[in-house]
Structures are given as C-alpha cells and as structure tokens.
C-alpha cells in the first residue's frame, strides 16, 4: 500500500494536507498528460489502500472550478474513460 504522501500532487506539511498542490507549465498537450498520470496514480492508490473516497477530498480541494488548467482536465477526462471502461 502506498502513502497518500507518495501522490505527486499530494504536499504534507506537519498536520496540513494539500491535497491539490499543482503547476501548470502552460502547455495544454504537457499539461493533460500529467493530469491523466495523476488520474492514473490516484486510482492505483485508492484500490490498494481500499480508500475510493479520497477521490471526494482531491475534488474538493481543487476549489471551485474557475483555476481549471489542462491538469484538471486531463485528471478527469481519464477519470471519465476509468468509470466508462469500467
């Protein structure tokens, strides 16, 4: 099982948990492909650790939608093509 620290987008300072802490660089293409492999990352860990609810909390700690960057994007796009291909 691996740390929910081990998440690259994932930062632990003390007792604090930033559970959405990206940059993006600004290139959609780059962009879209991080967001996919921290998709890819995040459905490993919650499988492994049997937490499906984190997902809600990286969610919530995007904020309210209006900073969305091709991360995001590619993030639930491939969330999208998990859930479908079941």
């Known amino acids: 099982m691996t740390q929910m620290s081990a998440l690259p987008f994932i930062v632990v300072e003390g007792n604090e948990k930033k559970l959405w802490n990206v940059q993006a660089t600004g290139d959609w293409s780059a962009d879209t492909a991080t967001g996919r492999q921290y998709a890819t990352d995040l459905l490993n860990h919650m499988a492994s ?5 984190l997902l809600y909390h990286v969610a919530k700690a995007m ?17 999208a ?4 291909a079941g």
């Open 63 to 79: 904020g309210d939608g209006t900073r969305f960057t091709g991360i995001e994007c590619g993030f639930f796009t491939h969330l």
């Open 81 to 84: 093509a998990a859930a479908l």
């Open 49 to 53: 650790a049997d937490n499906p609810g």
